[in-house]
């Protein structure tokens, strides 16, 4: 009798954000260059459907952050969270990857425990930043965690939690890659003028806490930086919203989508002001002077406040052990706060190259195992598992 090959392995991927879709994407694509029939089922946005993803729902949907923020969303983060596990619960898929989003990854991580199927959790949740006892409640939550930062190996392992480092996606963003001149022709710039990037983030709770300061910075920048012009880069689910936000900035901000015109930025900038997380590492690869800053609802600051357990809020401060960069948080992202630190960027050199001898060394910790690139190394655990079950 013919026996039939075994079925080709099913991957069930949910991302929940705009930098999920990006590592869910490259993971897909790694995972199908090693294995052309694997296939997938999930949540995600734009680059994982390029990749064949069919989303089950739009990822927007959980695109959420903040204590406070969270609450008018419970309801329908609950009917979103009820319709996965109905879909793996019907699919059956032979492994569940989640990617970041914890506070909707890990509840349905929780929900499938008993389905059998692997389960692997991609970028660790940063519970050494702050209530460092939530890692006691992961036991159970999965196979295998992959993490992004070189020291979180050591962390969750000395809790018994399986865990991988697999080294930062940025190294694979082509952030270093732009081309100033391109940028510059593009756009109809001078030589001369002085580009400022503004990163107010990629989730819609986020983009208007910062727009509204950005905008009063330029109008002060106005006198004393008459030639600056800025440029903002943002995710395509929230270009409407942040196009809507500044048109009537005093100096029109050139509003970029599209990734490699983001890069180009990156080249022809001479400085840059950006919310905490992944951008400041993108901008540090790219050799960007940069300032941190952010804004949240005051009552989530007053608690973060009381629960972080680390002494910097930036990326690149974090893993250089210093503050490489500042940090202009709440009260301090204010816009003669953050008007002042933009021209000391511009116009100090040795502040600028100080912060681009120290984003070197940064860099270089984040490289994965061997010299992998990090979507490579993930896609390795991810068919390592798959194999230790039997799966082609």
Same mark, same amino acid.
């Given at each position: 009798?013919?026996?039939?090959?075994?079925?080709?392995?099913?991957?069930?991927?949910?991302?929940?954000?705009?930098?999920?879709?990006?590592?869910?994407?490259?993971?897909?694509?790694?995972?199908?260059?090693?294995?052309?029939?694997?296939?997938?089922?999930?949540?995600?946005?734009?680059?994982?459907?390029?990749?064949?993803?069919?989303?089950?729902?739009?990822?927007?949907?959980?695109?959420?952050?903040?204590?406070?923020?969270?609450?008018?969303?419970?309801?329908?983060?609950?009917?979103?969270?009820?319709?996965?596990?109905?879909?793996?619960?019907?699919?059956?898929?032979?492994?569940?990857?989640?990617?970041?989003?914890?506070?909707?990854?890990?509840?349905?991580?929780?929900?499938?425990?008993?389905?059998?199927?692997?389960?692997?959790?991609?970028?660790?949740?940063?519970?050494?930043?702050?209530?460092?006892?939530?890692?006691?409640?992961?036991?159970?939550?999965?196979?295998?965690?992959?993490?992004?930062?070189?020291?979180?190996?050591?962390?969750?392992?000395?809790?018994?939690?399986?865990?991988?480092?697999?080294?930062?996606?940025?190294?694979?963003?082509?952030?270093?890659?732009?081309?100033?001149?391109?940028?510059?022709?593009?756009?109809?710039?001078?030589?001369?003028?002085?580009?400022?990037?503004?990163?107010?983030?990629?989730?819609?709770?986020?983009?208007?806490?910062?727009?509204?300061?950005?905008?009063?910075?330029?109008?002060?920048?106005?006198?004393?930086?008459?030639?600056?012009?800025?440029?903002?880069?943002?995710?395509?689910?929230?270009?409407?919203?942040?196009?809507?936000?500044?048109?009537?900035?005093?100096?029109?901000?050139?509003?970029?989508?599209?990734?490699?015109?983001?890069?180009? &930025? *990156? !080249?022809?900038?001479?400085?840059? $002001?950006?919310?905490? +997380?992944? %951008?400041?590492?993108?901008? /540090?690869? =790219?050799?960007?002077?940069?300032?941190?800053?952010?804004?949240?609802?005051?009552?989530?600051?007053?608690?973060?406040?009381?629960?972080?357990?680390?002494?910097?809020?930036?990326?690149?401060?974090?893993?250089?052990?210093?503050?490489?960069?500042?940090?202009?948080?709440?009260?301090?992202?204010?816009?003669?706060?953050?008007?002042?630190?933009?021209?000391?960027?511009?116009?100090?050199?040795?502040?600028?190259?100080?912060?681009?001898? &120290? *984003? !070197?060394?940064?860099?270089?910790? $984040?490289?994965?195992? +061997?010299? %992998?690139?990090?979507?490579? /190394?993930? =896609?390795?655990?991810?068919?390592?598992?798959?194999?230790?079950?039997?799966?082609?």
């Amino acid at each position: 009798m013919l026996e039939l090959p075994p079925p080709s392995p099913l991957v069930w991927i949910l991302a929940g954000e705009a930098s999920g879709d990006v590592l869910g994407a490259r993971l897909m694509h790694a995972l199908r260059a090693r294995n052309p029939h694997i296939r997938f089922a999930g949540v995600g946005g734009t680059r994982m459907a390029q990749e064949g993803l069919a989303s089950l729902f739009p990822m927007r949907d959980l695109a959420v952050m903040g204590l406070v923020e969270i609450l008018p969303r419970v309801r329908q983060l609950s009917r979103r969270l009820n319709q996965a596990v109905a879909d793996i619960a019907a699919q059956k898929p032979d492994l569940v990857i989640t990617i970041d989003s914890p506070g909707f990854a890990l509840r349905l991580l929780r929900r499938i425990a008993g389905m059998g199927m692997l389960r692997v959790h991609y970028v660790a949740p940063q519970v050494w930043a702050w209530r460092q006892k939530r890692v006691h409640k992961f036991p159970g939550l999965w196979d295998e965690l992959l993490c992004l930062l070189p020291f979180e190996e050591e962390f969750f392992g000395r809790h018994g939690l399986k865990t991988r480092f697999v080294g930062h996606p940025v190294l694979q963003s082509g952030a270093q890659e732009g081309d100033a001149s391109r940028f510059r022709a593009r756009h109809g710039l001078a030589d001369n003028a002085r580009v400022l990037v503004l990163m107010p983030g990629s989730r819609r709770s986020e983009v208007p806490r910062l727009l509204p300061v950005f905008g009063q910075m330029l109008a002060l920048l106005r006198t004393s930086m008459p030639d600056v012009v800025p440029v903002v880069p943002v995710s395509p689910v929230v270009a409407a919203t942040v196009e809507q936000a500044v048109h009537n900035w005093p100096v029109r901000p050139i509003v970029v989508t599209d990734v490699d015109d983001k890069h180009d &930025a *990156f !080249a022809a900038a001479g400085a840059a $002001l950006t919310k905490s +997380g992944t %951008s400041t590492l993108e901008l /540090a690869l =790219a050799g960007v002077p940069m300032a941190v800053t952010y804004r949240v609802n005051p009552l989530t600051a007053f608690m973060a406040r009381r629960l972080i357990r680390v002494p910097y809020v930036a990326m690149v401060n974090l893993l250089a052990g210093r503050a490489v960069v500042p940090e202009l948080l709440q009260e301090n992202c204010a816009p003669d706060v953050l008007a002042r630190e933009v021209q000391t960027l511009f116009e100090t050199p040795p502040v600028a190259q100080a912060q681009k001898a &120290a *984003f !070197a060394s940064v860099l270089h910790g $984040l490289e994965g195992p +061997g010299g %992998s690139l990090p979507a490579d /190394a993930a =896609a390795s655990a991810v068919l390592d598992l798959l194999a230790a079950r039997g799966q082609p």
